[in-house]
């Protein structure tokens, strides 16, 4: 939540209490209000757990894809771009392909994957070459594992994002829903308590939405102004490239 919904979600808190403190009576009833409101919060918490997980589940992967880049890039990828510049370069009348070449900064998730897809492909046909200056001999199946881990970590940075977003489109769902659920409850309780001021008092504090501090002042809802200090309501007895740069890339990406 940012802190705008903070001070929404705190104002539909402190709704609830005042209902809890102040029931009405008579042919009024909160019940489908009230419902209303308590379906929303419950909504809200949910998404804003979901919310925080997703930000710092997508930051670990983030971390994790920085981590397995530097890896490829390191020991799969330029161990054969050297081997390819000392033995194959130099029987080449073109030069050296494209796809045995270094990839260029930033070093992106996308941009590695086909990197890596061009030069498992190109050292393929020079397979022998690598393996008799030192490479292993099942080199580019290690180096094809590492490229698919670096895809399932993309993956899955990708699903975290997706619930960070839909927690946030959720939570102005149900932060609407918690407004209209207090616009109706306004009208019970002024028709509830008409002539109570102080229970009518302690409803405009309730539902009123409180600015940041250091703000110009409260901003409030429905005929509601004043302090953001008003009191909660009470009973009313009355009533490589290294890490640090990949992980640059891969937020840019």
């Keep these: 939540m940012n802190v705008r919904q903070k001070q929404v979600m705190d104002s539909l808190l ?5 209902v809890d403190a102040y029931p009405a009576s008579g042919r009024l009833t909160y019940a489908a209000a009230r419902e209303m409101l308590d379906d929303a919060v419950q909504k809200l918490r949910a998404y804003a757990g979901a919310q925080i997980t997703g930000r710092e589940l997508s930051r670990a992967e983030l971390r994790r894809q920085a981590d397995q880049i ?3 890039y390191d020991h799969h990828m330029r161990p054969i771009v050297t081997i390819a510049r000392s033995q194959i370069e130099p029987e080449s009348d073109v030069g050296l392909p494209a796809a045995l070449r270094l990839p260029k900064a930033p070093l992106g998730p996308t941009k590695v994957l086909a990197a890596c897809d061009g030069m498992i492909e190109a050292a393929r046909q020079f397979e022998a ?3 008799a200056n030192g490479l292993p001999a099942d080199f580019l199946a290690q180096f094809a594992s590492a490229r698919n ?3 399932r970590l993309a993956s899955g940075r990708a699903m975290q994002v997706s619930t960070h977003v839909a927690a946030r489109a959720g939570l102005q769902v149900q932060l609407r829903r918690g407004r209209r ?3 109706r409850l306004d009208a019970i309780v002024r028709a509830a308590f008409r002539g109570n001021e102080v229970a009518l008092t302690t409803w405009r504090a309730a539902k009123r939405v409180h600015q940041a501090p250091g703000g110009a002042g409260s901003q409030a809802t429905g005929d509601a102004r004043g ?4 009191p909660a309501p009470t009973p ?10 990949v992980s640059a890339a891969l937020r840019a990406a």
Excluded at 14 to 18: E, I, K, P, S
Excluded at 227 to 230: I, K, L, N
């Design 236 to 245: 009313n007895t009355a009533g490589t490239p290294g890490v640090a740069v």
């Design 14 to 18: 402190r709704v609830r209490a005042f």
């Design 227 to 230: 302090s953001a200090d008003a």
């Design 129 to 131: 070459v690598f393996v």
């Design 181 to 183: 659920a207090v616009e």
């Design 70 to 72: 530097a890896a490829l």
């Design 149 to 151: 881990e670096l895809e």
